[in-house]
């Protein structure tokens, strides 16, 4: 089980530093394209298409690595107020509910590349971006975030069990 916790977490993070790259892309991209349109006055076509396409990336491919360092938004508010052992199985259902959706989000997303894949679909933007190149982001990262989900289940109910050997 430890082997494949370590190549879940070398995926996680290889997702998190393309997703990285790509912000690092977009940045270098969007300040290159400011500099030439006010010093050249010739700017870059094509970069907000990249832009969109990049950010698209970013969120899908860096998601799981924010759950897996928990650093998704929480209520904070609501979790401080309750015990300790309400709050640990308010975990478990959060837990079981994401992994959940999506696991759907993945299943109902990988029909939609398949499709744009067989179907040769192309978005309608001056480069003529294959779809799936584009929607094969919501798979990946919804797949790495069920998983994400479900390890963080099995952690949260080893400290549910704790919660019964005290009581």
């Given at each position: ?14 997702l ?42 970013v ?19 609501v ?10 199985i ?19 997303g ?5 499709d ?25 990262g ?12 099995f ?13």
């Open positions: 089980m430890k082997t494949i916790n370590r190549v879940i977490d070398i995926c996680i993070a290889a998190s530093g393309i997703a990285a790259i790509a912000l690092a892309f977009l940045l270098v991209g969007i300040c290159y394209s400011t500099f030439s349109r006010v010093a050249f006055n010739k700017p870059l076509s094509n970069l907000v298409e990249y832009s969109t396409y990049s950010l698209l990336y969120t899908f491919l860096g998601a799981p690595q924010i759950l897996k360092n928990k650093g998704h938004i929480n209520l904070d508010i979790t401080n107020a309750l015990p300790s052992k309400v709050n640990n308010l975990s478990l259902c959060i837990d079981v509910v994401g992994a959940i959706i999506c696991a759907c989000i993945f299943y109902f990988l029909l939609v590349v398949t744009n894949y067989n179907f040769n679909i192309k978005v309608m933007d001056s480069m003529g971006t294959p779809m799936w190149l584009l929607t094969i982001v919501i798979p990946v919804m797949f790495f975030l069920a998983i994400q989900f479900i390890r963080n289940f952690n949260d109910y080893d400290e549910f069990k704790k919660y019964k050997k005290v009581v």
